[in-house]
């Protein structure tokens, strides 16, 4: 097969293998941080960045849940990496925020972050000071999901059925399980403009 048909048949059996119960628990999750005012704080590297920005963006207007990703504010998030090392870049960022036992920590990556093998490092660090001030930990990860998967209170793992395309699969599958997460009837509270028109056109 080509490289298309493959890419494709591969996601196909992706989506059967998700972990519903996990995906329902995250949702339950992010409900009840709605009930208590909690804030959503989501991290991400790399694609996972530009991924945490727009989930952000969805859960603030379709979800009604205040959120932000602290690789929006670029020139801190680039301050501190230059000035203080890579790994303080998320911890003081939170601790500034005043992260609590409140708020949620949604992590999106491939890896999950390693320190022992020096890989995303500093989205372990988070976890640990997530951890330390008992807020909610949630992620959408890929292969065995490291520090997040083994920390989280939920995390969703896309299973891995082709090693060469662990990395573009994670980062495709987290926009549409977030958009499904989002747009779920227990968190959705704000009818999306172009969805409410075709239905308007529809009728």
């Keep these: 097969m080509s490289h298309t048909s493959d890419f494709l048949h591969d996601a196909a059996q992706i989506l059967t293998?998700?972990?519903?119960?996990?995906?329902?628990r995250t949702v339950g999750m992010l409900v009840k941080l709605r009930e208590r005012a909690g804030r959503l704080f989501v991290l991400g590297i790399g694609g996972s960045a530009a991924n945490a920005g727009h989930m952000v963006a969805d859960f603030r207007k379709m979800a009604?849940?205040?959120?932000?990703?602290?690789?929006?504010?670029?020139?801190?998030?680039?301050?501190?990496?230059?000035?203080?090392?890579?790994?303080?870049?998320?911890?003081?960022?939170?601790?500034?925020?005043?992260?609590?036992?409140?708020?949620?920590?949604?992590?999106?990556?491939?890896?999950?972050?390693?320190?022992?093998?020096?890989?995303?490092?500093?989205?372990?660090?988070?976890?640990?000071?997530?951890?330390e001030v008992g807020a909610t930990i949630c992620g959408i990860v890929g292969r065995n999901g490291g520090y997040t998967a083994r920390v989280a209170d939920a995390c969703i793992v896309v299973p891995t059925v082709n090693t060469t395309?662990?990395?573009?699969?994670?980062e495709a599958f987290q926009a549409l399980l977030w958009h499904l997460i989002v747009s779920h009837p227990a968190l959705h509270a704000v009818n999306r403009q172009w969805d409410s028109a075709c239905s308007r056109r529809a009728a």
Aim: proline fraction near 4%; glycine fraction near 4%.
């Design 165 to 170: 395309t662990v990395t573009p699969h994670t």
């Design 64 to 131: 009604q849940i205040e959120a932000y990703a602290p690789t929006d504010n670029l020139a801190e998030f680039t301050a501190r990496a230059d000035d203080d090392g890579w790994e303080s870049t998320f911890v003081p960022w939170l601790a500034i925020s005043r992260l609590s036992d409140r708020d949620m920590v949604f992590v999106l990556s491939v890896g999950g972050g390693d320190i022992e093998r020096n890989v995303s490092s500093t989205l372990v660090r988070a976890l640990q000071y997530a951890q």
């Design 17 to 24: 293998r998700l972990d519903v119960q996990t995906l329902d």
